[in-house]
């Protein structure tokens, strides 16, 4: 289970902007960083990154996965992700999200690459750099 945050706590909880009657350098600050973002980047959301993992599903290759844990680690395919959006902002927009994901190990080394310039292939389908 993977949790996504992507939270100005201003926009999400309401908060309001003013304490003991006038604006605070805290408040300011937080108001004009909120501001930037949504200039910048149509605003918080963790929409991205979940629509990310789930693409991951779409490409066979794609699907490998090395799940690393502290001093254990196996190779993997992806199997299913879920993703539910579990706090919006006022605008609307997912700002947590809760990422559930299935990874089967593999243990059969000959269908599954662990070298860089295999990852690196991969990497260069997925994301197509001229997209960028």
Not at 20 to 47: C, E, F, H, P, W
Not at 73 to 101: C, D, W
Request: proline share 1%; charged share 20%; net charge negative.
């Amino acid at each position: 289970q993977l949790v996504f945050e992507d939270i100005n706590v201003n926009d999400a909880f309401g908060k309001t902007t003013f304490s003991d009657g006038g604006l605070s350098t805290s408040n300011a600050l937080d108001m004009a960083a909120s501001i930037k973002k949504n200039l910048q980047s149509n605003g918080y959301s963790v929409r991205k990154q979940v629509e990310g993992i789930i693409a991951l599903l779409m490409i066979k290759r794609t699907r490998q996965v090395i799940f690393v844990w502290n001093n254990m680690f196996f190779h993997g395919e992806l199997i299913s992700v879920n993703a539910n959006y579990t706090m919006f902002n006022k605008q609307g927009h997912p700002i947590r999200a809760v990422v559930e994901m299935q990874i089967q190990q593999n243990n059969n080394n000959a269908t599954f690459k662990s070298d860089l310039a295999y990852w690196n292939d991969v990497f260069d389908e997925a994301f197509d750099s001229s997209l960028f």
